[in-house]
């Protein structure tokens, strides 16, 4: 069965560092999304993206954040620089788009920034 | 404002028995309802939504538009039902923004 993937499992990075968290959504799927999860929170949406462009994102997503589909395959999230807050598990997932709305998830990348 | 609720962060049931796992939400319009469930060490999966009305590994759901509820129920809960679930809830229109809830960890006793 198709999955979503996520590299890396785990990453840590120094506060004010740049990262990429790397996903691959499952392959006739539409639409892309990233969520995050800070510890002991809900699961919240930052951003979904269709057609070659955001078509949503949430106040969370601000311009230390972006997002890319560079090849058919790849959807990246990048943080421009760190902070502490950002620490968190971050979780793509993919769909078919309406009416067909399961999302499906990939494992998510835990983020740790010290 | 979009929000979902689960008031109970644990659940402990003990295996044969009844559970049942409250989902609240805050919506004007019609929205879609799902619970989403997170196995330990596996991803977040669906596992019903209102709108398909089917039973799932023994779950249902019953979406209360007056009550505003969506409360996840299983007659007898068996040890693998252990898991995080989550009630999710998508807008109407055009938005594909899923809102979830904070989680219930359920915990089944042999």
């Given at each position: 069965?198709p999955e979503?993937?996520q590299?890396?499992?785990?990453q840590?990075?120094q506060?004010g560092?740049?990262?990429?968290?790397?996903c691959?959504?499952?392959?006739?799927?539409?639409?892309f999304?990233?969520?995050?999860?800070?510890?002991g929170?809900?699961?919240?949406?930052?951003?979904?993206?269709?057609?070659?462009?955001?078509s949503?994102?949430?106040e969370?997503?601000?311009?230390?954040?972006?997002?890319e589909?560079?090849?058919?395959s790849?959807?990246?999230l990048?943080?421009?620089?760190?902070?502490?807050?950002?620490?968190a598990?971050?979780?793509?997932?993919?769909?078919?788009?309406r009416p067909?709305?399961?999302?499906?998830?990939?494992?998510?990348t835990?983020?740790?920034?010290v | 404002a979009q929000?979902?609720t689960q008031p109970?962060?644990?659940?402990?049931?003990?295996?044969?028995a009844?559970?049942?796992?409250?989902?609240?939400?805050?919506?004007?319009?019609s929205?879609?309802?799902?619970?989403?469930?997170?196995y330990?060490?596996q991803?977040?999966q669906?596992?019903?939504?209102?709108?398909?009305?089917?039973?799932?590994?023994?779950?249902?759901?019953?979406?209360?538009k007056?009550?505003?509820?969506?409360?996840?129920?299983?007659p007898f809960?068996?040890?693998?039902d252990?898991a995080?679930?989550?009630c999710?809830l998508l807008?109407?229109?055009?938005?594909e923004?899923l809102?979830?809830?904070k989680?219930?960890?359920?915990?089944?006793n042999?």
């Amino acid at each position: 069965e198709p999955e979503v993937t996520q590299t890396p499992s785990h990453q840590v990075t120094q506060m004010g560092q740049e990262v990429i968290l790397r996903c691959v959504p499952i392959s006739n799927h539409l639409y892309f999304y990233w969520y995050r999860q800070i510890l002991g929170q809900k699961v919240e949406f930052l951003v979904s993206f269709y057609n070659n462009e955001i078509s949503e994102k949430s106040e969370i997503f601000d311009d230390q954040f972006s997002v890319e589909r560079p090849d058919g395959s790849n959807f990246t999230l990048k943080i421009r620089s760190t902070k502490l807050e950002d620490s968190a598990m971050y979780f793509c997932a993919s769909s078919r788009g309406r009416p067909d709305t399961e999302a499906f998830f990939g494992q998510g990348t835990r983020l740790t920034v010290v | 404002a979009q929000r979902v609720t689960q008031p109970e962060k644990l659940l402990s049931v003990f295996k044969g028995a009844p559970v049942e796992l409250k989902c609240n939400y805050s919506y004007s319009g019609s929205p879609e309802l799902f619970w989403y469930v997170q196995y330990s060490r596996q991803r977040l999966q669906l596992l019903l939504r209102h709108i398909s009305r089917e039973s799932i590994k023994g779950f249902t759901a019953d979406l209360n538009k007056g009550e505003t509820s969506f409360h996840l129920k299983k007659p007898f809960a068996q040890e693998e039902d252990s898991a995080m679930y989550y009630c999710a809830l998508l807008p109407q229109g055009g938005s594909e923004k899923l809102v979830f809830g904070k989680g219930t960890k359920l915990t089944v006793n042999p």
